[in-house]
RNA sequence: UCAGUCGGCUGGACGGCCGCUCGGACGUAGGCCGAAAGGCGGUCCGGGAGGAAAGUCCGGGCUCCAUGGGCAUACGGUGCCGGAUAACGUCCGGCGGGUGUUGAGCCCAGGGAAAGUGCCACAGAGAACAGACCGCCGCCCGCAUCUCUCUCCGCUGAGGGGAGUGACAGGGCGGUAAGGGUGAAACGGUGCGGUAAGAGCGCACCGCGCCUGCGGCAACGCAAGCGGCAUGGCAAACCCCACCGGGAGCAAGACCGAAUAGGGACGGCGCGAGGCUCGCGGCCAGCGAGCCUCGGGAUCAAUGUCCGGAUCCGGCCGUCCGGGUAGGUUGCUCAAGGCGCCGGGCAACCGGCGUCGCAGAGGAAUGGCCGUCACGCGAGGGCGCUUCGCCCUUGCCGACAGAACCCGGCUUAUAGGCCGGCUGAUGCU
RNA sequence: CGGGGCAUAGCGCAGCCUGGUAGCGCGGGAGUUUUGGGUACUCCAGGUCGCAGGUUCAAAUCCUGCUGCCCCGA
């Protein structure tokens, strides 16, 4: 699993399927390609300051580890828009909009 | 003890499970992505956010670009004096002014208003070499009114007329700026003398200015003398004076390096004017090649000018070459460094010795989830005689905030906790 | 990293340079006109001039520091 560095692969994900939950945006797009899993997160300026920034980054991005076995799929890109809510929810709660949001996008 | 004020330090601790990144060692060139350069992936050990990392307001280091010299101007910044410093708009010490219980302390863009221009609304008589509204004083006039004196008419009286004098209302001429009033500000202030009333008109003190002397490196201070007061405020209005400033910024810069477009060199085709030479041609004309001259245009420090200079030159086809975009690597962390001791200095700071090795990401690591304890705060309860202290329970409680090349400052944000200096009041000895 | 702009009544703006009275349009309220509504007309209310200091007799305006929003260049 790699993260996503470039401007323009997050630009490509923007265009694909879109399921909002609570704490965050996830965004999944197929390469057409057998590449491995890319993951890619966005907290923008909206959602506070850079230490709140970096907080809800830093949550996601363990909310995608640690349920990483679980659907996601080769070959595409996944990005993770986070939002000022992912702040303060239950980490358990975020876990499973997560899982849910996936199966969603699979379809 | 209470109140005030100033300065410094700190910015939770321990543990469990699972992770991220950098460096080193080992292991492996077998997998994945990519055209390439390169990137990702294993195990062990070690390192891994701040006092402001923030705002980006100053000053530097570093890197690249530009830079012939002189003069003038513009633009921006700074502004008491001395020192510290790599430098600063920072810091330290001093001076002056303001403020504070004239205490500790705090604040000050704190050069120039007798170089010039400009502004000072409203109110007010007058607002900048001003002005005379009320008022005060002198002289003159004075219808009427009043006081007094004289005199005339009238037998006395009542009454009336005339003249003079004084007062008052009023008017005119002049003096004055003490007082009232307006204003943010009214051309020194207070007191005594003086005067018709007044006035630096005179005197004393204070303020101001000039000059001399003394102290101080200086800002400035002190003292004596002189001047009769001239110089209102605003320069965070234009401005003047002194000093400083080349521009850009790690997305700087260096290296590697697709696709597409464009660039250069060579070869071929083509060529503003004139002249010379050579070749083809018997000669001329003409054609080709080379060279020279002339003509044109453009560029060269923020601007102008003077002197002196430099550089460049149109189209089409083919071959080759380098520059360079996306991307990657590097710059990338040892630095005007931290700590301790000694010495110099009132201090900022400087010097010497010893010691430590201290983050390096790049859509951006330094974490996620949880437990225990400590501290603080709020609520509830209990105990001790009270101000208060102690104990127990509980809490979606726990400041501001995340390195982005590095350093010195400034500014702003910040739950609380700790330490020290000074001042005032009160109490005890 | 560098540069620039804006903030004034519920909304959109002027006034700032050159300091002294905060104004315009829409909107709101009341009234007149109309049988009623609209239109038109008259009147009225509504402002910490983003915040905090400073200069000045006096600050929306000048200066400094913050806050928020927007734009541009690399």
Not at 35 to 47: D, H, M
């Amino acid at each position: 699993m790699q993260r996503l560095r470039h401007r323009a692969d997050f630009l490509a994900a923007a265009t694909a399927v879109k399921v909002p939950t609570a704490a965050f945006v996830l965004q999944a797009r197929k390469r057409g390609d057998d590449g491995p899993i890319r993951v890619g997160f966005t907290a923008s300026r909206k959602i506070g300051t850079a230490v709140e920034r970096n907080r809800v980054r830093r949550r996601l991005k363990e909310v995608v580890r640690l349920s990483a076995a679980t659907g996601l799929s080769r070959g595409h890109d996944y990005v993770l828009i986070g939002r000022r809510a992912a702040l303060s929810l239950p980490f358990e709660q975020m876990t499973q909009d997560f899982e849910r949001a996936l199966r969603r996008v699979c379809k």
